[in-house]
């Protein structure tokens, strides 16, 4: 089932090279097996490529970024986020968030504030397309929402949350407007969501030793990969907490 899942994902991969031809483009990373298995197929298939993340005092993220740029034998690029940075920038994104109607602002103000510096960054560097890893967290069940979800029931749940998906990308999408960036979710293609659709919940979610394992399909499809093995077994961490962003902003 991983060498399903890896064709189809290189294949969507292949088609944005396509489109992109030799442009240069951007990957944004946290270190977590989302948008590392991203990072690693777009190393394969693409020339011009940079890794970006986000780091603050508290970041999580940039042991596991280290790991990843040795693995992909590159440099990464970090950006080192301020709290003066993100207070200065908060009108114009909660301004976008108002006009997207995408509510409640409590919940997306600080993942649309790390989506902002991202981009941002990309643009300093002259980067005008980026690739993300956006999605696996439904997809294969990694909120711990799902966890009390019975197994038999766990992919209907994820049909349901589909529309999410929807509101996230356009929530990233109007952020990245403000740089003039174009971004492209693999995950989110729509051959893509209908595959992660028919895999069973077993292969979703894991119980060993007692311990909830989510994103267990995506974890085998990162051994297959060859990624570090801290990087594969990482808990999930979502961008606002793992970068620190939500922490300064509640300070």
Same mark, same amino acid.
């Given at each position: 089932?991983e #060498? $399903?899942i890896?064709k189809?994902l290189?294949k969507?991969?292949?088609?944005?090279k396509?489109?992109l031809?030799?442009?240069?483009?951007?990957?944004f990373?946290s270190g977590?097996?989302?948008s @590392?298995?991203? %990072?690693?197929l777009?190393? +394969?298939n693409f020339?011009?490529v940079? =890794?970006i $993340?986000l780091q603050?005092?508290y $970041?999580?993220d940039?042991p596991?970024?280290?790991?990843?740029? +040795?693995f992909l034998k590159?440099?990464?690029?970090?950006?080192k986020?301020e709290k003066e940075?993100?207070?200065?920038?908060?009108?114009?994104?909660?301004k976008?968030?108002?006009?997207?109607?995408i509510?409640p602002l409590?919940?997306?103000l600080?993942? %649309?504030? $790390?989506?902002y510096f991202l981009c941002?960054k990309?643009?300093?560097?002259?980067?005008?397309?980026?690739?993300?890893?956006?999605?696996?967290?439904i =997809?294969?069940?990694g909120?711990?929402?799902y #966890?009390?979800?019975?197994?038999d +029931?766990?992919n209907e749940?994820?049909k349901k949350?589909?529309?999410?998906l929807?509101?996230d990308? @356009?929530r990233?999408?109007a952020?990245a407007?403000i740089?003039?960036i174009?971004?492209?979710?693999?995950? =989110?293609?729509? #051959?893509f969501v209908?595959l %992660?659709?028919k895999?069973p919940?077993?292969e979703?979610i894991?119980f =060993?030793?007692g311990?909830?394992?989510?994103?267990?399909?995506m974890?085998?499809l990162?051994?297959?990969?060859?990624l570090p093995?801290?990087?594969?077994?990482r808990p999930k961490?979502?961008?606002q907490?793992?970068t620190?962003? @939500?922490?300064?902003?509640?300070?």
């Amino acid at each position: 089932m991983e #060498e $399903s899942i890896l064709k189809n994902l290189n294949k969507i991969v292949k088609n944005f090279k396509a489109k992109l031809k030799e442009q240069k483009v951007g990957v944004f990373v946290s270190g977590g097996i989302d948008s @590392s298995i991203i %990072a690693t197929l777009v190393f +394969k298939n693409f020339k011009n490529v940079t =890794l970006i $993340s986000l780091q603050t005092k508290y $970041s999580k993220d940039k042991p596991y970024v280290e790991l990843l740029r +040795k693995f992909l034998k590159t440099k990464p690029v970090f950006y080192k986020l301020e709290k003066e940075e993100i207070e200065k920038a908060k009108p114009e994104i909660e301004k976008i968030l108002k006009e997207k109607r995408i509510e409640p602002l409590k919940v997306h103000l600080p993942i %649309a504030t $790390s989506f902002y510096f991202l981009c941002k960054k990309a643009n300093d560097l002259g980067i005008k397309r980026a690739l993300t890893g956006q999605g696996p967290d439904i =997809l294969f069940a990694g909120y711990h929402k799902y #966890e009390k979800v019975p197994l038999d +029931k766990l992919n209907e749940e994820i049909k349901k949350d589909l529309p999410l998906l929807e509101i996230d990308k @356009s929530r990233d999408n109007a952020i990245a407007k403000i740089f003039g960036i174009t971004l492209y979710n693999p995950y =989110l293609e729509k #051959e893509f969501v209908d595959l %992660a659709l028919k895999i069973p919940a077993e292969e979703k979610i894991r119980f =060993l030793k007692g311990k909830r394992v989510e994103k267990w399909i995506m974890r085998k499809l990162g051994e297959q990969l060859g990624l570090p093995k801290e990087i594969v077994w990482r808990p999930k961490k979502a961008i606002q907490y793992s970068t620190g962003v @939500s922490r300064i902003m509640q300070t």
